[in-house]
C-alpha cells in the first residue's frame, strides 16, 4: 500500500527543488554579470556575430489539465509539473556599437515536463509526462551597459509546434500514449535574460570567438499551447553559447602610399596628407556638477491639431470652470522639478502644453487685450475656422473672456506655411506642422514685441532649475575634414593608471562626452587621448593628444539660458530677433565672460544640409550680439559655437510631434557665471 502523504511530501519536495535550483542559476548569472559591468571590451568587436547555443529548460506547468484528447480523459484532474529539457539554436547578433544591438535565436525548443503525480479514485497513482517541443524565432534587443561584456536581452517569442505526445500511466491499467489534442499551431509570447561574453580568441586575431554563459526567463503570458484548458507553462533557461565574428580587414597604414595624392604633397605614415585631417580637444576648465539656470523660454503662439479631428488635442491642459479660477501662469514658474539637462526637454513642453490657459489667464489678467485666431487646416478653410471657433470657446467657457475679444478666421495653408511649393520630401511631417491654429494680437501684455508690432511668440516664460551636466562641461573632439575623408574615427582615452575608455564611431567633424562621464567617481584627473580614424579607401590615421579633467561643485553660480525660434528651413529672419538680442540678452552678459552658442534644426530635410543651416542661425546671433557688446565697449567675452543640425543626441526636444520639431528649430544662448 502506497503512503500518499509521503508521497504528496516528496512530490512537493522535488516541485520546489527544481524551482530554487533554476532561480539560483538565474541568480549566479545577474550576481557574475555585476562583477563585470563595468569591464570595457577591450579588443576591436566585429559588427556580426553568428553561433550555436546549447541549454537546459527548467519547465514548469501549471493550470488544470485533464481531457487529454479525444479519447483519453484521467479521472483525476493534473495541476502542476516541472521538468528539465534541452534547447539548441542558431544564433545571429548584430552590435553597430558596444551598447545596443540585436539578436535573433531560431531554435529547437522543447517545453516537455512531468505533471505532479495524482492518485486516481482506485487510490492508484497517476503520471502523466509530455514531450511537447516547437521551433522558435526569438529576436531581442540585446544591451551591454557601459559597453561591458555583461549584456541584458528582451524580446517576443514566436513558436511553431512540432511534438504534441503525451504519455499517461496509471497503476494495474495499460500506459496510454498519443497526442494532445486542441494544440495550438502558433504561440507568441515574449522572454529576458542576461548573459557574459567571455573571449576565447587572441585579441589580435581577425576572426573573434566567445563562449557566453546565459540564463533567460521565458513568460508563460501567451503561452497556452492548447486552445482548450488552462494548462500554461514557463521557462527559466541556462546554457551557453558559441559566437564567432570577423573584424574588417584593414591595410597597415606605414605600407602604402595614397594614389589619389598628388607627388608634390608629402604622405604621412598613416597615408593621408597631414593638413587633411587635424584633430584637436576642447577640455573644461572645470566641470559643474551642479548649475543655477535662470531659463527665459520662448513660447510659440500655436496650437497644433491632429490630422483628421478639429478637436482641441488631449495634450494641451484642458481646465474646468472652477479649475480655471484658480489657475495662474506663476504656477508654471514655481512647480518646475530640479532637473535641466542638456537634452530632450519634457519639462519645458509642459509649459507649453497650457499654451491656452497661458492666454487665459493673461487676457482675465488684462480686459482691455484682445487676439485673432487663424486656423489653418489642408481639407478646407471652413475645416481650419472650425479649430479656431473651438479655441475660442475654451478661452469664453473656461477663462470667461468676452467673444468680441476673440476674432477668428480659417484658411487651407498659414501665412508661413513649412510646406513650400515644389518640396516632396517628408510631407506628412510638413503637413502636420501647418496643421494649427495661430495666435496673433497687439497687445503687448500678451505677445513678445521684437521687430515689429506682431510676433509669432508670446512673452516668454521664466523658469529657475538645475542644471545637470551643462555643454560646456564636455570635453569636445574635433576633426577637421573628417566629414569629407573618414568613413568613421573613434577616441581612446587613457588615464594615468592605464585605464582606456573608448567612444565612438562617429562620421561628424566634431563629438563631445560629458566630463564627468570620463571622470567617473574621480574629481580630477590626467589623459592621454588616441583618435583612430578610417579612410573612405580604407585607410587608418591616428592622432594624439592629451587634457586634464576637474570637478566643482559651486550651487551658488547662476547661468542665463535665451532661446529664439526660427521657421522651416529659415536661417535670415535672425534679423527680426535683434532688437531682443541687443535689448534684452547682450547686457546680461558680464565682461571677460564666456557665452556657448548652439543651434538645432528638426529631423525633417538631409542631415549635411541641417547642420550646415543650424551653423548660419548661431552664427547669425553671434555676430548679432557681438556688434552689440562693441557698441556697449564689453571686452574680453569669449564665444563657443555649434552647430548640431539635427543631432537627436544633443536635440532639445524629441521629433514626435510637430510642437516639438518647432522648438528644435532654434538656437539656444547659454551665458556662463564667471568663475
Given at each position: 500500500?502506497?503512503?500518499?502523504?509521503?508521497?504528496?511530501?516528496?512530490?512537493?519536495?522535488?516541485?520546489?527543488?527544481?524551482?530554487?535550483?533554476?532561480?539560483?542559476?538565474?541568480?549566479?548569472?545577474?550576481?557574475?554579470?555585476?562583477?563585470?559591468?563595468?569591464?570595457?571590451?577591450?579588443?576591436?568587436?566585429?559588427?556580426?556575430?553568428?553561433?550555436?547555443?546549447?541549454?537546459?529548460?527548467?519547465?514548469?506547468?501549471?493550470?488544470?489539465?485533464?481531457?487529454?484528447?479525444?479519447?483519453?480523459?484521467?479521472?483525476?484532474?493534473?495541476?502542476?509539473?516541472?521538468?528539465?529539457?534541452?534547447?539548441?539554436?542558431?544564433?545571429?547578433?548584430?552590435?553597430?556599437?558596444?551598447?545596443?544591438?540585436?539578436?535573433?535565436?531560431?531554435?529547437?525548443?522543447?517545453?516537455?515536463?512531468?505533471?505532479?503525480?495524482?492518485?486516481?479514485?482506485?487510490?492508484c497513482p497517476a503520471d502523466l509526462t509530455t514531450n511537447i517541443s516547437y521551433i522558435a524565432i526569438e529576436p531581442s534587443l540585446r544591451i551591454a551597459p557601459l559597453a561591458s561584456s555583461f549584456y541584458v536581452f528582451v524580446g517576443p517569442t514566436l513558436s511553431f509546434n512540432m511534438s504534441k505526445a503525451f504519455t499517461y500511466k496509471q497503476e494495474k491499467q495499460t500506459d496510454k500514449k498519443g497526442d494532445w489534442s486542441d494544440v495550438r499551431k502558433t504561440v507568441f509570447s515574449g522572454q529576458a535574460g542576461a548573459g557574459i561574453d567571455i573571449p576565447v580568441s587572441s585579441a589580435k586575431s581577425a576572426t573573434q570567438m566567445t563562449l557566453s554563459p546565459f540564463a533567460s526567463f521565458q513568460t508563460d503570458f501567451g503561452h497556452e499551447p492548447r486552445s482548450t484548458g488552462s494548462w500554461s507553462f514557463y521557462t527559466v533557461r541556462a546554457g551557453i553559447a558559441f559566437k564567432f565574428g570577423k573584424i574588417k580587414k584593414q591595410t597597415t597604414p606605414a605600407k602604402v602610399t595614397d594614389p589619389e595624392t598628388p607627388p608634390a604633397v608629402a604622405i604621412t605614415p598613416t597615408g593621408i596628407?597631414?593638413?587633411?585631417?587635424?584633430?584637436?580637444?576642447?577640455?573644461?576648465?572645470?566641470?559643474?556638477?551642479?548649475?543655477?539656470?535662470?531659463?527665459?523660454?520662448?513660447?510659440?503662439?500655436?496650437?497644433?491639431?491632429?490630422?483628421?479631428?478639429?478637436?482641441?488635442?488631449?495634450?494641451?491642459?484642458?481646465?474646468?470652470?472652477?479649475?480655471?479660477?484658480?489657475?495662474?501662469?506663476?504656477?508654471?514658474?514655481?512647480?518646475?522639478?530640479?532637473?535641466?539637462?542638456?537634452?530632450?526637454?519634457?519639462?519645458?513642453?509642459?509649459?507649453?502644453?497650457?499654451?491656452?490657459?497661458?492666454?487665459?489667464?493673461?487676457?482675465?489678467?488684462?480686459?482691455?487685450?484682445?487676439?485673432?485666431?487663424?486656423?489653418?487646416?489642408?481639407?478646407?478653410?471652413?475645416?481650419?475656422?472650425?479649430?479656431?471657433?473651438?479655441?475660442?470657446?475654451?478661452?469664453?467657457?473656461?477663462?470667461?473672456?468676452?467673444?468680441?475679444?476673440?476674432?477668428?478666421?480659417?484658411?487651407?495653408?498659414?501665412?508661413?506655411?513649412?510646406?513650400?511649393?515644389?518640396?516632396?520630401?517628408?510631407?506628412?511631417?510638413?503637413?502636420?506642422?501647418?496643421?494649427?491654429?495661430?495666435?496673433?494680437?497687439?497687445?503687448?501684455?500678451?505677445?513678445?514685441?521684437?521687430?515689429?508690432?506682431?510676433?509669432?511668440?508670446?512673452?516668454?516664460?521664466?523658469?529657475?532649475?538645475?542644471?545637470?551636466?551643462?555643454?560646456?562641461?564636455?570635453?569636445?573632439?574635433?576633426?577637421?575634414?573628417?566629414?569629407?575623408?573618414?568613413?568613421?574615427?573613434?577616441?581612446?582615452?587613457?588615464?594615468?593608471?592605464?585605464?582606456?575608455?573608448?567612444?565612438?564611431?562617429?562620421?561628424?567633424?566634431?563629438?563631445?562626452?560629458?566630463?564627468?562621464?570620463?571622470?567617473?567617481?574621480?574629481?580630477?584627473?590626467?589623459?592621454?587621448?588616441?583618435?583612430?580614424?578610417?579612410?573612405?579607401?580604407?585607410?587608418?590615421?591616428?592622432?594624439?593628444?592629451?587634457?586634464?579633467?576637474?570637478?566643482?561643485?559651486?550651487?551658488?553660480?547662476?547661468?542665463?539660458?535665451?532661446?529664439?525660434?526660427?521657421?522651416?528651413?529659415?536661417?535670415?529672419?535672425?534679423?527680426?530677433?535683434?532688437?531682443?538680442?541687443?535689448?534684452?540678452?547682450?547686457?546680461?552678459?558680464?565682461?571677460?565672460?564666456?557665452?556657448?552658442?548652439?543651434?538645432?534644426?528638426?529631423?525633417?530635410?538631409?542631415?549635411?544640409?541641417?547642420?550646415?543651416?543650424?551653423?548660419?542661425?548661431?552664427?547669425?546671433?553671434?555676430?548679432?550680439?557681438?556688434?552689440?557688446?562693441?557698441?556697449?565697449?564689453?571686452?574680453?567675452?569669449?564665444?563657443?559655437?555649434?552647430?548640431?543640425?539635427?543631432?537627436?543626441?544633443?536635440?532639445?526636444?524629441?521629433?514626435?510631434?510637430?510642437?516639438?520639431?518647432?522648438?528644435?528649430?532654434?538656437?539656444?544662448?547659454?551665458?556662463?557665471?564667471?568663475?
Open positions: 500500500m502506497i503512503n500518499t502523504t509521503n508521497y504528496k511530501k516528496d512530490t512537493m519536495s522535488f516541485n520546489h527543488t527544481a524551482k530554487r535550483k533554476s532561480l539560483v542559476i538565474l541568480l549566479l548569472f545577474v550576481l557574475t554579470g555585476i562583477t563585470s559591468y563595468g569591464q570595457e571590451v577591450k579588443t576591436a568587436q566585429p559588427a556580426w556575430w553568428f553561433g550555436v547555443s546549447a541549454a537546459a529548460n527548467f519547465n514548469f506547468y501549471r493550470g488544470t489539465t485533464q481531457m487529454l484528447n479525444a479519447d483519453v480523459s484521467t479521472p483525476t484532474a493534473f495541476h502542476k509539473g516541472n521538468g528539465v529539457k534541452p534547447y539548441i539554436s542558431l544564433l545571429t547578433e548584430y552590435r553597430p556599437n558596444k551598447v545596443i544591438g540585436g539578436m535573433l535565436n531560431i531554435a529547437y525548443d522543447n517545453r516537455g515536463a512531468k505533471f505532479k503525480t495524482v492518485m486516481a479514485p482506485c487510490d596628407t597631414e593638413k587633411e585631417v587635424q584633430f584637436s580637444v576642447q577640455e573644461p576648465k572645470a566641470i559643474a556638477l551642479n548649475r543655477k539656470v535662470k531659463e527665459t523660454f520662448p513660447f510659440r503662439n500655436s496650437v497644433f491639431f491632429d490630422m483628421g479631428s478639429a478637436e482641441i488635442p488631449n495634450r494641451y491642459v484642458q481646465l474646468s470652470k472652477s479649475e480655471a479660477v484658480l489657475f495662474k501662469e506663476e504656477q508654471l514658474q514655481e512647480d518646475q522639478p530640479d532637473n535641466l539637462s542638456k537634452g530632450r526637454s519634457s519639462r519645458q513642453l509642459s509649459v507649453y502644453h497650457n499654451i491656452l490657459n497661458i492666454l487665459g489667464d493673461r487676457m482675465r489678467t488684462h480686459p482691455q487685450s484682445t487676439i485673432a485666431l487663424t486656423g489653418s487646416s489642408d481639407n478646407n478653410p471652413t475645416e481650419g475656422r472650425m479649430m479656431a471657433e473651438n479655441v475660442r470657446q475654451y478661452l469664453i467657457t473656461a477663462y470667461g473672456i468676452t467673444g468680441s475679444r476673440i476674432t477668428i478666421a480659417g484658411r487651407d495653408k498659414p501665412v508661413i506655411p513649412s510646406e513650400q511649393p515644389g518640396g516632396t520630401k517628408e510631407l506628412a511631417l510638413l503637413r502636420e506642422g501647418d496643421r494649427r491654429v495661430d495666435i496673433e494680437s497687439n497687445s503687448k501684455e500678451l505677445m513678445l514685441q521684437v521687430g515689429g508690432n506682431t510676433s509669432a511668440f508670446f512673452n516668454p516664460v521664466q523658469i529657475t532649475a538645475t542644471q545637470e551636466n551643462p555643454l560646456d562641461s564636455h570635453v569636445i573632439f574635433n576633426t577637421d575634414g573628417a566629414d569629407e575623408l573618414l568613413a568613421s574615427w573613434s577616441v581612446e582615452i587613457t588615464d594615468a593608471q592605464g585605464n582606456v575608455q573608448r567612444y565612438g564611431p562617429y562620421q561628424k567633424d566634431q563629438a563631445s562626452v560629458p566630463g564627468k562621464t570620463i571622470l567617473g567617481a574621480n574629481m580630477l584627473g590626467k589623459y592621454k587621448i588616441l583618435m583612430v580614424g578610417l579612410t573612405k579607401s580604407g585607410r587608418v590615421v591616428k592622432k594624439e593628444s592629451s587634457f586634464s579633467l576637474s570637478k566643482t561643485n559651486d550651487e551658488k553660480q547662476e547661468g542665463l539660458r535665451y532661446s529664439i525660434l526660427f521657421d522651416f528651413d529659415k536661417s535670415k529672419t535672425i534679423a527680426s530677433y535683434e532688437k531682443f538680442l541687443t535689448k534684452v540678452v547682450t547686457p546680461l552678459i558680464p565682461e571677460n565672460g564666456t557665452v556657448i552658442i548652439h543651434g538645432h534644426t528638426d529631423i525633417i530635410g538631409d542631415e549635411v544640409h541641417n547642420r550646415t543651416l543650424s551653423q548660419e542661425r548661431a552664427t547669425g546671433v553671434k555676430q548679432i550680439i557681438e556688434r552689440a557688446l562693441a557698441k556697449a565697449g564689453k571686452t574680453g567675452v569669449k564665444f563657443e559655437l555649434f552647430g548640431f543640425g539635427e543631432d537627436e543626441s544633443e536635440a532639445p526636444f524629441e521629433n514626435n510631434l510637430p510642437e516639438e520639431r518647432f522648438y528644435n528649430r532654434t538656437v539656444i544662448i547659454d551665458i556662463l557665471p564667471l568663475k
